[in-house]
């Protein structure tokens, strides 16, 4: 069992930067492939970026490739999202996500998630 609650949310204009954190609690953490994907009301759930258990390995959406960098803790049970050059269209409530599998991007694969936080991007 993990859980999970992600802060850091706010509002930022357009170029700005914002860092997300996911704390996690749960004896798996470090056996977990941790997520981050984004919602915006009226549309499905979209991947953003993954990083393996040892955070060796990342993976991430191309809208926010070279933009938004994926990190992980495991002494802290902790996952990171920074955002850079950030645009209006990254406004969304972001997710932080735990899976078993390895590298993933579909919602499906991923057996728990936090409550989300709010990012606003002003233009």
């Known amino acids: 069992q993990v859980q ?11 170029g700005g930067s914002l860092r ?20 915006v009301p009226g549309k499905e759930r979209e991947f953003v970026a ?3 258990t040892s955070g060796g390995s990342t993976y991430y959406a191309d809208s926010v490739k070279g933009r938004f960098t994926i990190s992980r803790d495991n002494a802290k049970n902790m996952v990171y ?30 057996d728990y998630w936090g ?7 002003s233009s």
């Open 81 to 110: 999202l920074q955002m850079n050059s950030l645009k209006p269209e990254d406004t969304a409530i972001y997710y932080c996500a735990a899976s078993r599998l390895w590298l993933v991007a579909a919602t499906t694969a991923y």
């Open 20 to 39: 997300l954190s996911c704390a996690a609690s749960g004896r798996t953490f470090s056996s977990n492939s941790m997520g981050w994907f984004r919602q």
């Open 4 to 14: 999970l609650v992600e802060s850091g949310g706010g509002l930022v204009q357009a």
């Open 50 to 52: 993954v990083i393996t």
């Open 115 to 121: 409550q989300g936080t709010q990012v606003t991007v």
